[in-house]
């Protein structure tokens, strides 16, 4: 056979490339060896995405997946893979005493790809509810680094939690440790907002270029949406530096009214993800889909939802090009989604809900040309 894989028929959207058009698209050895108006279909396997769109594997920024080990995960596989989600970054749930267990019983075993922000608290999420940060000495930016520095394939960044639920006051000095920790090694922090001590002004003031806000639509205060339903001054001044703002949907972290109000006032999200885990599943997150459904009804155009969930979280973590492309050489880590017509009724964190009209749903989902849901 000329190919292992042949995805024939489909609609084509790369971001990267800027294709959004009806393409064919061959695979072997786990690459994408072609995109043609018309493939030859000497293939081992043919898939037919006639009336499909075709776009790169889904990379869902912030989740959490480290079941058996943090309380707040979920087992990788059914809202994932299933999904549509073929790469997925693990927001925090280990720190670097339990990263190891993680990466080996968790990360290494699943056909997909597990990537970390790795906690700046050593044993990262323990529990929902007691915070891993009100005790300061539990930000060992020293170990972060360490563990960091051995996993380099596996830890893109570093996470912080600044809620005082979680911090109590430590929030900002939790920053500054992670901080250190990314500067060290090169990597983002990841930084969850919303419910801090501190205004919000002290925590994103911290972040430089790279460094990634999530939880940004919350409607937990402080946030980036003023009383006056305005984007704050702090915010876009952070955006102008390189900071990047997630969506994290989360059980208690999105809410349409502040995703309008920030859409009104120019401030898109650079990223789409869903901080799947097991209190908001089935609803109201479900699955990266459905968070891309819902910033669709909201009016963002479909070229700009997969960027948002393709090469905009790939450039994120650093793997522009091997992850979030279709480009000739990429991994074949590929979609296949289909448009629905209908009455969908769609959730945020705090019980609003709206009805869309059009709704993503996967039709396929391939990890390294093999198909896997």
Do not use: C
Request: charged share 25%; hydrophobic share 45%; no cysteine.
């Amino acid at each position: 056979m000329t190919h292992d894989l042949v995805i024939h028929g489909g609609t084509l959207l790369d971001p990267g490339s800027g294709t959004f058009e009806r393409r064919d698209l061959a695979v072997a050895q786990g690459r994408v060896v072609a995109v043609e108006e018309h493939a030859t279909l000497d293939a081992a396997d043919l898939f037919d995405a006639t009336d499909l769109l075709v776009v790169p594997g889904l990379v869902d920024l912030h989740v959490h997946v480290y079941w058996g080990g943090a309380d707040l995960s979920v087992e990788p596989g059914v809202n994932d893979l299933m999904r549509g989600v073929t790469t997925m970054v693990d927001a925090g749930s280990s720190g670097a005493n339990n990263f190891p267990a993680f990466r080996r019983f968790i990360m290494e075993p699943f056909p997909g790809t597990i990537l970390a922000f790795l906690n700046i608290a050593v044993m990262g999420q323990a529990d929902p509810d007691l915070g891993e940060l009100h005790d300061i000495r539990y930000a060992k930016v020293d170990r972060a680094i360490e563990v960091a520095s051995a996993n380099r394939d596996r830890v893109v960044g570093f996470k912080v939690r600044v809620s005082e639920q979680l911090a109590g006051r430590n929030g900002v000095e939790a920053v500054r440790r992670a901080r250190e920790a990314g500067q060290a090694t090169g990597r983002p922090v990841m930084v969850h907002i919303g419910g801090s001590w501190a205004p919000i002004e002290d925590i994103l003031e911290l972040l430089g270029p790279g460094d990634i806000v999530t939880h940004a639509y919350t409607g937990w205060e402080p946030g980036i949406v003023d009383t006056l339903r305005r984007i704050i001054p702090g915010a876009r001044e952070a955006r102008a530096r390189g900071v990047l703002f997630d969506v994290g949907h989360g059980r208690g972290s999105f809410a349409f009214g502040r995703a309008e109000d920030a859409l009104a006032d120019g401030f898109r999200p650079d990223t789409i993800s869903t901080d799947l885990h097991r209190f908001n599943v089935p609803m109201p997150v479900v699955d990266l889909t459905t968070t891309m459904t819902k910033f669709l009804y909201l009016g963002l155009p479909l070229r700009d939802v997969i960027a948002m969930t393709t090469t905009a979280p790939a450039a994120a973590i650093g793997m522009s090009g091997s992850r979030g492309s279709l480009a000739v050489g990429a991994t074949a880590d590929i979609t296949v989604l289909r448009r629905e017509e209908g009455s969908f009724l769609l959730e945020d964190s705090y019980g609003a809900t709206v009805t869309a009209r059009e709704r993503l749903v996967s039709a396929a989902t391939f990890v390294e040309g093999r198909r896997v849901a």
